[in-house]
């Protein structure tokens, strides 16, 4: 995590927080993170509290010898209360744009919560995904997708923000996210062709 008032606050025995000290990332943590993981499976929450402790339970329940492709938690709705009709319409649309021009077979790719086998995760090009903020999710479902990683939607609920601040500029975020989608597509097409 990003080192902040609110990071210090934090006391949790059963996780193993590492603080950055660099320039605010929301990417370049969790980058930090994943490199410094230690067993056969990455659990990835990128949020600030908003993501219930329930539904990490049910993903980390859902690991087992057996499973075979990534864990993707997907909401199970669009109607959250903390968010305003503006926010949901983007965030609906966004999703649905990124699934059809990434050819995804996760119908929620901005969410952030997953679970990964660290073998596959690491075989992914970290430098072109961890950049940015939440924009790095779809880049990295992308890559693995196009790896052939299975990617298994589990359905999720959005929490009540703990920590921060709602995003109060969603036409902005949404432009930010189109912009690098764009860009993203357009270099695969690139690399496809090369």
């Known amino acids: 995590m990003d080192d902040s008032p609110e990071s210090h606050q934090l006391s949790l025995p059963f996780v193993q927080t590492i603080r950055r000290t660099g320039p605010p990332s929301l990417a ?18 990128d949020s600030d509290g908003n993501h219930r402790p ?83 999710y779809f880049r ?6 196009q790896k052939n990683f299975p990617l298994i939607g589990v359905d999720a609920i959005h929490g009540i923000r703990a920590l921060g601040g709602s995003d109060n500029q969603p036409l902005k975020r949404f432009f930010s996210y189109l912009t690098t989608l764009l860009r993203h597509y357009y270099s695969l097409r690139a690399n496809l062709y090369a």
């Open 28 to 45: 370049r943590a969790l980058h930090d993170g994943v490199i410094l993981s230690k067993g056969k499976w990455v659990i990835c929450m």
């Open 54 to 136: 329930h539904d990490l339970e049910q993903l980390i329940l859902k690991i087992r010898p057996d499973t075979a492709g990534w864990l993707v938690a997907q909401r199970t709705h669009y109607l959250d209360p903390q968010y305003t009709w503006a926010h949901r319409l983007f965030s609906w649309f966004l999703n649905t744009l990124i699934q059809a021009v990434c050819n995804l077979p996760t119908r929620d790719n901005t969410f952030g919560l997953f679970a990964a086998p660290s073998s596959e995760l690491h075989q992914l090009p970290f430098k072109k995904i961890f950049s940015g903020h939440g924009e790095y």
């Open 140 to 145: 990295l479902l992308s890559f693995a997708h």
